[in-house]
């Protein structure tokens, strides 16, 4: 029996690898926007305009205190009511970019913080502007902060993928509820779902524990 549900596994595999195929373009498409939204955020974040930080703040409380899923749901399903009508990958990139970017502008505005007013004294008494002591004094120092836990919260987002299923994007964790149907072995189906993710994030983990043994302070 159990040769059986492994042939017909090896049948179906080219179906998992698409769906791996639709997990990785959600994740490194998420991953992008994620970065460049949370480093604007974070910046903006560490710096001195208190209604920018106010408004900032509010939008990364509300992000990390309501489940993913529900934020997939306001963006596919409430959005349209207010005339936005989104198909189910751009409302799973948006969902997954509104989710990611708040945990990094965290990340972002922590590692900005923790630079001593001495380097933003030193960079103004240069001559440089708030732009260039930024790019050139700050960030470079505060990457050493940054990189770790943002290698980390890319694994974390690789893995949060799986929740977009719930709007029928057929990515990974999807495909394996549509086999488990046509292949009633959910132990061996999820098994290899599993494996795919690991596939995935497995050298982000690899570069995360690196990057906190080299960047250790």
Request: aromatic share 12%; with cysteine; net charge positive.
């Amino acid at each position: 029996m159990m040769a059986f549900y492994f042939s017909r596994l090896v049948e179906i595999f080219p179906f998992f690898l698409k769906g791996l195929w639709m997990t990785s373009q959600i994740a490194f498409i998420s991953l992008f926007t994620c970065t460049l939204l949370g480093f604007v955020l974070g910046i903006l974040r560490s710096g001195k305009n208190k209604i920018l930080k106010w408004i900032i703040g509010v939008y990364v409380s509300f992000v990390r205190g309501t489940p993913f899923v529900v934020q997939i749901f306001i963006v596919f399903f409430i959005l349209p009511e207010w005339g936005i009508q989104l198909k189910a990958f751009p409302a799973a990139l948006l969902a997954m970019a509104i989710m990611g970017s708040a945990f990094i502008c965290e990340i972002v505005a922590g590692g900005i913080n923790a630079i001593s007013k001495g380097q933003w004294e030193a960079g103004t008494a240069s001559g440089l502007t708030l732009i260039q002591q930024l790019r050139l004094v700050i960030v470079p120092q505060a990457m050493k902060v940054i990189l770790p836990p943002l290698v980390g919260q890319y694994v974390l987002l690789i893995k949060d993928t799986s929740v977009v299923s719930v709007i029928g994007v057929m990515e990974l964790t999807r495909v394996g509820w549509v086999t488990v149907v046509r292949i009633p072995e959910g132990l061996m189906v999820f098994s290899l779902v599993g494996a795919l993710y690991f596939v995935i994030s497995y050298p982000l983990i690899l570069l995360s524990n690196y990057l906190e043994r080299r960047m250790a302070i």
